[in-house]
């Protein structure tokens, strides 16, 4: 079942990405490229994974979710009520594409992969992160609140209007 789970996940995956390049709003591709990501961190919740999953889910959703407020707020045309095109030198776009994906999966083949040496830690996880991140990861446990809150702020800033829509510092009602 979980070996089904992860194909449909692939495919689904996959089939997002290609939206992403068919739709006609910026606000739809982001939305189909959130998908996307959310198929491939369900796929790292199925391979054991946890922490990369929890951590691909929760990225993608901020990272979508504020690059889409971003689009309807400054983007001519976030709806995509007037027709437009996600891609430029199509032809050319496509040729990079089939190029570098057949390099990728010549590298596949002809890479001679090191054998597995030792055991397998306990917590696979746990020792790729203290590997990448060592004793550093408070530090960024704090960096990450203190970004979040920097973007909080920077919105709250950016605003004239008050909590009902109308400029602060001005009483209800009045003109």
């Known amino acids: ?61 901020m990272e979508m979710l504020i690059m889409a407020v971003f689009m309807i707020m400054y983007m001519m045309n976030p709806g995509g009520l007037m027709p437009m095109t996600m891609v430029h030198n199509n032809r050319g776009a496509i040729a990079i594409s089939l190029t570098v994906f057949a390099a990728l999966v010549t590298g596949i083949f002809v890479t001679p ?15 790729v992160g203290e590997a990448i991140m060592g004793p550093k990861m408070l530090v960024m446990m704090v960096i990450g609140i203190a970004i979040l809150a920097t973007m909080i702020a920077s919105v709250v800033l950016a605003t004239d209007r008050g909590r009902y829509d109308r400029p602060s510092g001005g009483k209800a009602g009045a003109k």
């Open 113 to 127: 992969w090191p054998q597995r040496r030792g055991t397998v830690p306990a917590d696979p996880t746990f020792s």
């Open 1 to 61: 079942m979980q070996t089904v789970a992860f194909w449909v996940l692939a495919v689904a995956a996959v089939g997002f990405g290609v939206v992403v390049f068919v739709v006609d709003s910026m606000a739809r591709a982001t939305f189909a490229l959130l998908a996307s990501f959310l198929c491939v961190g369900v796929e790292l919740l199925l391979l054991d994974l946890d922490y990369l999953g929890v951590l691909v889910i929760l990225m993608m959703i």
